[in-house]
């Protein structure tokens, strides 16, 4: 029989290579959606289009305990991927309380839906390095402090502690995979990685004369999103559930992501980008970069792409989106 896997976010970035990992594995695909994405699939569920005969969508809501129990029933998942997060960055009050409201909420109605009626059922809680956030020190590894420093991070190290006490409680197969920034085509327009290679090519074919950032020197550790979802599937294949950081283990400055983007299309970014102070945030004392020293040797896990790579393959793809839409876009 198929294994049967249910992903949450599972139209985002990470839930469409999850599921098209998973499909190439042999497993049944299960995914929730909001009723909001089946009624606008051309832009909500545009990532999984291409497997739209393949995969089996459930309409619930991850906020009502009720429609999470229906669908944890109606599937009985050996492995659930809970991957869908409000990360809304924002400091009005409301955004807060609803950011930490849904992400506690629905880690604790999946666990606890997954305890009574899919006792057999793997889980994987997608964490963040924003866990992490104030550090002290660099590589940041399992068993460094959390010290978060927004309700996103605190949302997602509650929901960390709330996998530990059912996988210690009540001995779920429960583990938390903490992800350093990792990038792809389908990154969001929100992020500024996308941003900036979305920019870049509209620059380079006269769409757009300049682009605005915060501080270009600023450091990430990015990876590549194929590869940290072949992390969390992984981590459910092991023999006992653990937590792992998952990382490239190095940091490189905004400004050498944009230096690089708008080289791969022949562009010198001096010449575009401009510095507006009001993008920067607070100043990092410790650099968030992570140490996957633990799962690699664990579990075998390795990179399979450079940032450059990342990068080359980002650009590719949103000039192929452009080709088409070129005089639209001017007209």
């Avoid at 197969?173 to 990792?182: K, Q």
């Avoid at 389908?186 to 090519?201: C, D, M, N, P, Q």
């Avoid at 682009?211 to 940290?228: C, E, I, K, M, Q």
């Avoid at 510095?275 to 579990?299: H, M, W, Y």
Wanted: charged content about 25%; overall charge neutral.
């Amino acid at each position: 029989m198929k294994k049967k896997a249910l992903i949450t976010g599972l139209a985002g970035q990470d839930g469409s290579y999850l599921a098209e990992l998973l499909l190439a594995k042999g497993y049944e695909v299960h995914g929730i959606v909001r009723r909001t994405a089946i009624e606008d699939t051309a832009h909500k569920l545009k990532n999984i289009g291409h497997l739209a005969d393949r995969i089996h969508l459930h309409v619930a809501s991850l906020d009502n305990v009720l429609s999470i129990i229906k669908t944890v029933k109606d599937v009985i998942p050996d492995e659930c991927y809970h991957l869908a997060a409000s990360s809304f960055v924002s400091y009005s009050f409301e955004d807060e309380i609803s950011i930490l409201n849904n992400n506690v909420n629905s880690t604790h109605y999946l666990l606890a839906s997954i305890k009574e009626f899919a006792p057999g059922c793997r889980f994987y809680f997608a964490g963040t390095s924003e866990m992490f956030g104030n550090v002290t020190n660099a590589p940041q590894d399992e068993a460094t402090p959390f010290n978060p420093r927004s309700i996103y991070g605190i949302s997602k190290v509650s929901g960390y502690h709330l996998v530990k006490n059912y996988r210690s409680q009540y001995g779920m197969f429960a583990c938390t995979g903490i992800l350093y920034n990792h990038e792809s085509p389908r990154r969001g327009y929100e992020f500024v990685t996308r941003k900036i290679v979305s920019s870049a090519v509209r620059i380079k074919l006269g769409l757009q004369d300049t682009l605005t950032l915060g501080n270009l020197d600023a450091y990430r550790d990015w990876g590549y999103a194929p590869d940290y979802v072949n992390a969390m599937w992984l981590m459910l294949q092991a023999d006992a559930p653990e937590d792992f950081v998952v990382a490239s283990g190095e940091t490189h400055s905004v400004r050498e992501f944009v230096a690089t983007a708008f080289s791969c299309l022949g562009l010198d970014y001096e010449r575009y980008v401009k510095v507006d102070p009001k993008f920067f945030r607070p100043a990092e004392q410790v650099q968030l970069c992570g140490n996957p020293a633990k799962i690699s040797t664990r579990l075998h896990w390795a990179r399979t792409k450079s940032l450059g790579e990342i990068i080359r393959e980002m650009v590719e793809s949103e000039m192929e989106l452009y080709k088409g839409t070129r005089n639209e876009d001017k007209g």
